[in-house]
């Protein structure tokens, strides 16, 4: 399993005091089927929950998309799970907007990898 971590905090790296919602995208660059959970938290109160399956780059379901997630401009932290020991063929977008103007884009490089299980 692989796990990754996204934590948007005041005046952290990632400010949540300028991220109203957001949209990920979620991508199977590999040539195997695998799952994505996803869990997003506001403190203890967990505020998204999602499992996606993933088909093989470049089939039409490789992709998954969750449009406007609200997290209100508070601090929130993302648990992003995959039913793969190597954490490489996930690739993840997530558009930040601020009344419904885009205010920055994070990849897969923003993302904290936790070491496989």
Do not use: W
């Not at 979620?26 to 967990?46: C, P, S, T």
């Not at 490789?62 to 993302?78: D, E, G, M, R, W």
């Amino acid at each position: 399993m692989s796990i990754y971590y996204f934590d948007a905090y005041e005046f952290g790296p990632y400010d949540s005091r300028y991220i109203q919602c957001f949209d990920l995208v979620f991508q199977n660059i590999a040539e195997r089927h695998f799952d994505v959970l996803i869990q997003g938290y506001q403190g203890q109160n967990r505020f998204l929950l999602g499992l996606y399956h993933l088909d093989p780059a470049p089939q039409p379901g490789s992709i998954a998309h969750l449009p406007t997630v609200y997290n209100h401009n508070q601090p929130f932290t993302l648990h992003i799970h995959t039913n793969l020991t190597n954490p490489y063929p996930l690739a993840m977008t997530m558009y930040a907007k601020n009344e419904g103007v885009l205010v920055a884009t994070f990849t897969t490089n923003e993302l904290t990898v936790s070491d496989p299980l």
